[in-house]
């Protein structure tokens, strides 16, 4: 039917890669709101449309269609603004995938409130932090013992917090409020603001505090425009279907939920499905897949790994018309892997918190091992040097979206929330300069190297950590790595890889060795890591990112502190 989509895309279909690249655009109407323009025009048009499938790991299901998610976020916007949540107000949300997060975040998109999602691994210091950077006046949190105690100890240091909810519980706890009870006893007449009380494209409608790789968590705020930028993610990287079902793994605190599980998803008028799990488990996943007859799925490149050490071949993936991956570079054996087992290839898609999908494998493009793909249409994406012109093909450069005073794309982060000189810095000039590092080749794929601080310079060399990575993923003993520079007191600094081994593998000298003759055989021989460790698993960011920092840090004698 593609109703929604139609109003905001003039042209859907389109016949090539250039095509596409060169014809796609995007109408951004006055005072665009998710909210109204897509859950509540779906509940008009299409009242019993699927919005979302949800289940868990105690195999509990809900399906919600369209109309019932836009009457539960007119009661809880109503149940919020009697407690005082206001436009502008920040507002946390640690839910996991607990089905009650799409109902807040569509609720206090309603006001006019600042989403801010939220990560169950946060500490006591993460949610003082959070609470005093962005002044956050309420906390929404599922019923769960960790998170609960974290933000009760928190709260004597987090004087702007004035409103504590707990979701799923039976339980009155002191100091909170019950969602349900919220839910139950307030009118669903809700009625749009209007004048002043209503958002504008320009307003904030939210905010993610990025992974903080290297410091401190940024605030980074996208506007109301900013669900219409994924379209570009939702229908033509992860190639999601109208009516079917879409599958991204990610828990709700991180951009990527964003990404896969709400904004460009139901604009294209798609039904997520919801998994909420406790712990990443790969055989579950695969069997829901199997089970629910996923149309289109998207899970980051470690949990193919993970996945390739069970028995792929004995489920029914076949209703799986897209593998979509995003969240670290995708290794060429995966894809390889992959394909054999499943007779598809993975679609990898990249881009950051502050934006929607830059560079992807869209439906023209026959994805290459290796490759993050060809870039999205009205970013302007190009490869620049450090003075700011664009490399030739085949150099390195780092990854830019370009042209911005011409014009600024929906899904593109307005700046850092209070930070007016990063801000400047960031997006204040002719383009966006996102400290990643690739090449393009003469046919317009592009490859990633690693973060600009990542590349290891040894002897005169520069060593991209991803192509080192790679080999290595290519041997039957790792599973996964991360390749950083060490110091050393000859050359200055040297290769190291840092390896979780595949089950059936035992940290060994002679593994070592055959490891690094394995890297030798596959790039370079300058390339192969003079400095083999063997771990557990690996230091990872909150939205799962690997901590290469982190390891440098440490191995330089300095100490990390998350």
Same mark, same amino acid.
């Given at each position: 039917?593609?109703?929604?989509?139609? /109003?905001?895309?003039p042209?859907?279909e389109f016949?090539s890669y250039?095509?596409f690249y060169?014809?796609?655009?995007?109408?951004? %109407?006055e005072?665009f709101?998710?909210?109204?323009?897509?859950?509540?025009?779906?509940?008009?048009?299409?009242?019993?449309?699927?919005?979302l499938v949800?289940?868990d790991?105690?195999?509990?299901e809900?399906i919600?269609?369209?109309?019932?998610?836009?009457?539960?976020?007119?009661?809880?916007?109503?149940?919020?603004?009697?407690?005082?949540?206001?436009?502008?107000?920040?507002?946390l949300?640690i839910l996991?995938?607990r089905w009650?997060?799409w109902i807040?975040a569509?609720a206090?998109?309603k006001?006019?409130?600042i989403? +801010? %999602?939220?990560?169950?691994?946060?500490?006591?210091k993460?949610? +003082?932090?959070?609470?005093?950077a962005?002044?956050?006046?309420?906390?929404?949190?599922?019923?769960d013992?960790?998170?609960?105690?974290?933000i009760?100890?928190?709260?004597?240091?987090?004087?702007?917090?004035?409103?504590?909810?707990?979701v799923?519980?039976?339980?009155?706890?002191?100091g $909170?409020?019950?969602f349900?009870?919220?839910?139950?006893?307030?009118?669903?007449n $809700?009625?749009?603001?209007?004048g002043?009380l209503g958002?504008?494209?320009?307003?904030i409608?939210?905010?993610y505090?990025?992974s903080?790789?290297?410091?401190?968590?940024?605030m980074c705020?996208h506007?109301?425009t900013h669900?219409? !930028?994924?379209i570009l993610t939702a229908k033509?990287w992860?190639?999601?279907?109208?009516?079917k079902?879409h599958?991204s793994v990610?828990?709700?605190g991180?951009?990527?939920?964003? $990404?896969?599980k709400i904004?460009g998803?139901?604009?294209a008028g798609a =039904?997520?499905?919801?998994?909420?799990?406790?712990?990443?488990?790969?055989?579950?996943?695969?069997?829901?897949?199997?089970?629910?007859?996923?149309?289109?799925f998207?899970?980051?490149?470690?949990?193919?790994?993970f996945?390739?050490q069970?028995d792929?071949?004995?489920?029914?993936l076949?209703?799986?018309?897209?593998?979509?991956t995003a !969240?670290e570079?995708?290794n060429?054996?995966?894809?390889r892997?992959?394909?054999?087992l499943?007779?598809?290839m993975?679609r990898?898609?990249f881009?950051?918190?502050e934006?929607?999908?830059? +560079?992807a494998?869209?439906p023209?493009v026959?994805?290459? %091992? !290796?490759s993050? !793909? /060809?870039?999205s249409p009205?970013?302007?994406i190009?490869?620049?040097d450090v003075?700011?012109?664009q490399v030739?093909?085949?150099d390195?450069?780092?990854i830019?979206v370009?042209g911005?005073?011409?014009?600024y794309p929906?899904?593109?982060f307005?700046?850092?929330?209070r930070?007016?000189e990063r801000?400047?810095?960031?997006?204040?000039?002719?383009?966006?300069?996102l400290?990643?590092v690739?090449?393009?080749?003469?046919?317009?794929?592009?490859?990633?190297?690693g973060r600009?601080d990542?590349?290891?310079?040894?002897s005169?060399?520069r060593i991209?950590?991803f192509?080192?990575?790679?080999a290595l993923?290519?041997?039957?003993a790792v599973?996964?790595c991360?390749?950083?520079?060490?110091?050393?007191?000859v050359?200055?600094?040297?290769v190291k890889?840092?390896i979780?081994?595949?089950?059936?593998?035992?940290?060994s000298?002679?593994l /070592?060795v055959?490891?690094?003759?394995?890297?030798k055989?596959?790039?370079?021989?300058? /390339?192969? %890591?003079r400095i083999?460790?063997?771990?557990?698993?690996l230091?990872?960011?909150?939205?799962?990112?690997i901590?290469?920092a982190k390891?440098r =840090?440490?191995?330089e004698?300095?100490?990390?502190?998350?």
């Open positions: 039917m593609d109703h929604i989509l139609s /109003k905001y895309c042209r859907i016949e250039e095509d060169a014809n796609f655009s995007i109408e951004v %109407p005072n709101n998710f909210a109204y323009d897509v859950v509540d025009e779906w509940a008009r048009v299409e009242p019993d449309k699927r919005a949800w289940c790991d105690s195999d509990n809900k919600f269609t369209f109309s019932q998610v836009s009457e539960l976020s007119d009661r809880l916007a109503n149940a919020l603004t009697d407690l005082g949540i206001r436009k502008g107000d920040p507002v949300l996991r995938q009650e997060y807040c569509v206090l998109h006001i006019g409130a989403l +801010i %999602p939220a990560s169950l691994q946060l500490t006591q993460d949610i +003082i932090y959070r609470s005093n962005a002044d956050i006046k309420a906390i929404i949190a599922l019923d013992d960790y998170v609960r105690s974290q009760t100890q928190a709260m004597p240091e987090c004087p702007s917090v004035e409103l504590l909810i707990v799923d519980s039976d339980v009155e706890y002191e $909170w409020l019950g349900e009870q919220l839910i139950e006893s307030s009118s669903p $809700w009625v749009r603001p209007q002043e958002t504008t494209n320009q307003d409608m939210l905010i505090f990025t903080g790789t290297t410091g401190l968590a940024k705020c506007n109301f669900p219409l !930028g994924h033509y992860q190639q999601v279907q109208e009516d079902l599958l990610t828990d709700s991180w951009a990527k939920f964003g $990404w896969g904004y998803q139901w604009i =039904t997520i499905f919801a998994f909420d799990t406790l712990k990443f488990n790969p055989l579950k996943l695969l069997e829901k897949v199997q089970q629910y007859q996923i149309t289109t998207c899970v980051p490149p470690t949990m193919y790994r996945m390739l069970e792929v071949s004995s489920f029914d076949s209703s799986v018309e897209n593998f979509a !969240g570079p995708l060429a054996e995966v894809t892997k992959w394909l054999d499943t007779g598809k993975i990898e898609g881009g950051q918190t934006g929607p999908v830059l +560079i494998n869209f023209w026959q994805p290459r %091992p !290796g993050m !793909g /060809k870039p009205l970013l302007n190009k490869l620049l003075e700011g012109n030739e093909i085949g390195e450069g780092n830019c370009t911005l005073k011409q014009a929906p899904g593109l307005m700046g850092y929330y930070d007016e801000t400047a810095a960031a997006v204040g000039g002719d383009f966006y300069n400290h990643d690739a090449w393009c080749d003469p046919e317009g794929y592009f490859t990633f190297v600009d990542d590349v290891i310079k040894c005169g060399y991209g950590p192509e080192v990575e790679s993923i290519e041997h039957p599973v996964e991360a390749v950083t520079s060490a110091p050393d007191p050359r200055g600094s040297v890889a840092t979780v081994l595949a089950r059936d593998y035992d940290p000298d002679e /070592k055959e490891l690094q003759e394995h890297v055989r596959i790039t370079a021989p300058y /390339k192969y %890591p083999v460790e063997f771990v557990s698993e230091p990872k960011t909150i939205g799962g990112k901590k290469r390891i =840090t440490e191995d004698g300095g100490v990390w502190e998350d």
